[in-house]
C-alpha cells in the first residue's frame, strides 16, 4: 500500500513538473505559427510585381522620401510628424479606452480584464466599432464640425484607458506576471511584428499617391468634414460603401480642426 502511495505521489510531481514545459511548448508552437504565416504573407505580398516596388523603400529609403518632397531635402520636416503620431496615439488610446468599458457590458469579468495580452488587441478592435459609430451619428446629426465635444468624448476614452491599463498592471503584478519565452519562435515573431508595425507608422506618414487613397480613402472624409456631416455622395460611388478606415481619419479631421484639419487629419 505504501508502495502505491509513493509511486502515485511520484506520478503526480512528475506531472507538475512536466506541465509547464508542455505549455511552453505550446507557446513556443503558437509563437512558430504567428512567425511563419508572417514570413509566408510576406513572400506572397512580394511576388505581385505591383507590390515589388515597395522593396525600394528598404533599399534606399532616403531616395524614397527625397521623392515625397519634391527632389528637395529642404521640404524634408520631421518635426511636424510629432503631432500627428501624437494624436493618432491619443485616438488608440481613447479607442481601448471605450473598449474595455465595451467588454464589462458584454459580461466580461472585470476582475480579470487586462491580464492576458489577448484582451488589448480585443479591446482595441471592439473600441474602434464604438469610435466609428458614434462618429457615424454624429455626421448624420450634422456635427463634425463640434471639435470641443471630440476632443472631450476622447480624453475621456484616454482616462478610461488609463485606469484599465493601471488595473490590469497591478492585477498582472499581484499575479504570475507576464512571462515571454527565450525561444527563437518567440523572439523571431516579436521581432517581425516590431520590424512590421515600425515600418508600417512611418510608411503611414508619408502623403499618399495610391489612387485608391486619393480617391474616397481620404478624398471622401476629406469631403465630409468640409460639410459638416455625413452625406450620400452621388459624385463618387466609393463613398457610399461601408467605410471602416475612412472614418478613423475624419476623426481625426475633426479634431485637429480648422481649415487645413483634412490635410493634417488625413496623415
Same mark, same amino acid.
Given at each position: 500500500?505504501?508502495?502505491?502511495?509513493?509511486?502515485?505521489?511520484?506520478?503526480?510531481?512528475? *506531472?507538475?513538473?512536466?506541465?509547464?514545459?508542455?505549455?511552453?511548448?505550446?507557446?513556443?508552437?503558437?509563437?512558430?505559427?504567428?512567425?511563419?504565416?508572417? +514570413?509566408?504573407?510576406?513572400?506572397?505580398?512580394? /511576388?505581385?510585381?505591383?507590390?515589388?516596388?515597395?522593396?525600394?523603400?528598404?533599399?534606399?529609403?532616403?531616395?524614397?522620401?527625397?521623392?515625397?518632397?519634391?527632389?528637395?531635402? &529642404?521640404?524634408?520636416?520631421?518635426? &511636424?510628424?510629432?503631432?500627428?503620431?501624437?494624436?493618432?496615439?491619443?485616438?488608440?488610446?481613447? #479607442?481601448?479606452?471605450?473598449?474595455?468599458?465595451?467588454?464589462?457590458?458584454?459580461?466580461?469579468?472585470?476582475?480579470?480584464?487586462?491580464?492576458?495580452?489577448? !484582451?488589448?488587441?480585443?479591446?482595441?478592435?471592439?473600441?474602434?466599432?464604438?469610435?466609428?459609430?458614434?462618429?457615424?451619428?454624429?455626421?448624420?446629426?450634422?456635427?463634425? !464640425?463640434?471639435?470641443?465635444?471630440?476632443?472631450?468624448? #476622447?480624453?475621456?476614452?484616454?482616462?478610461?484607458?488609463?485606469?484599465?491599463?493601471?488595473?490590469?498592471?497591478?492585477?498582472?503584478?499581484?499575479?504570475?506576471?507576464?512571462?515571454?519565452?527565450?525561444?527563437?519562435?518567440?523572439? *523571431?515573431?516579436?521581432?517581425?511584428?516590431? /520590424?512590421?508595425?515600425?515600418? +508600417?507608422?512611418?510608411?503611414?506618414?508619408?502623403?499618399?499617391? &495610391?489612387? &485608391?487613397?486619393?480617391?474616397? !480613402? +481620404?478624398?471622401?472624409?476629406?469631403?465630409?468634414?468640409?460639410?459638416?456631416?455625413?452625406?450620400?455622395?452621388? !459624385?463618387?460611388?466609393?463613398?457610399? #460603401?461601408?467605410?471602416?478606415?475612412?472614418?478613423?481619419?475624419?476623426?481625426?479631421?475633426?479634431?485637429?480642426?480648422?481649415?487645413?484639419?483634412?490635410?493634417?487629419?488625413?496623415?
Amino acid at each position: 500500500m505504501n508502495a502505491r502511495r509513493r509511486h502515485r505521489r511520484q506520478l503526480t510531481a512528475t *506531472g507538475s513538473s512536466q506541465q509547464p514545459s508542455v505549455r511552453m511548448s505550446w507557446t513556443a508552437v503558437g509563437w512558430g505559427l504567428a512567425a511563419a504565416f508572417s +514570413l509566408g504573407y510576406l513572400l506572397l505580398f512580394f /511576388a505581385r510585381p505591383a507590390h515589388q516596388a515597395v522593396l525600394w523603400a528598404f533599399l534606399v529609403p532616403d531616395e524614397w522620401l527625397r521623392q515625397w518632397a519634391g527632389g528637395s531635402w &529642404d521640404r524634408v520636416g520631421i518635426g &511636424d510628424r510629432f503631432p500627428i503620431f501624437l494624436l493618432a496615439g491619443l485616438v488608440q488610446l481613447s #479607442m481601448l479606452g471605450y473598449g474595455f468599458v465595451t467588454m464589462i457590458l458584454l459580461g466580461w469579468p472585470s476582475a480579470k480584464l487586462g491580464t492576458r495580452l489577448g !484582451h488589448w488587441p480585443l479591446a482595441a478592435a471592439l473600441g474602434w466599432g464604438v469610435h466609428q459609430t458614434i462618429l457615424l451619428a454624429a455626421g448624420w446629426l450634422g456635427l463634425l !464640425h463640434a471639435r470641443s465635444v471630440a476632443w472631450i468624448a #476622447m480624453l475621456f476614452g484616454v482616462l478610461l484607458a488609463s485606469v484599465g491599463m493601471w488595473q490590469g498592471w497591478q492585477r498582472v503584478r499581484r499575479s504570475r506576471g507576464w512571462k515571454v519565452g527565450s525561444s527563437w519562435p518567440q523572439l *523571431g515573431g516579436l521581432v517581425l511584428l516590431v /520590424a512590421w508595425s515600425v515600418y +508600417l507608422s512611418l510608411a503611414a506618414a508619408l502623403p499618399p499617391r &495610391d489612387f &485608391d487613397v486619393r480617391e474616397y !480613402h +481620404l478624398q471622401v472624409p476629406k469631403e465630409w468634414y468640409q460639410q459638416g456631416r455625413v452625406t450620400f455622395m452621388s !459624385h463618387n460611388i466609393y463613398g457610399n #460603401m461601408p467605410l471602416g478606415t475612412e472614418m478613423a481619419a475624419l476623426e481625426c479631421m475633426v479634431l485637429w480642426g480648422g481649415e487645413e484639419g483634412w490635410w493634417w487629419g488625413a496623415l
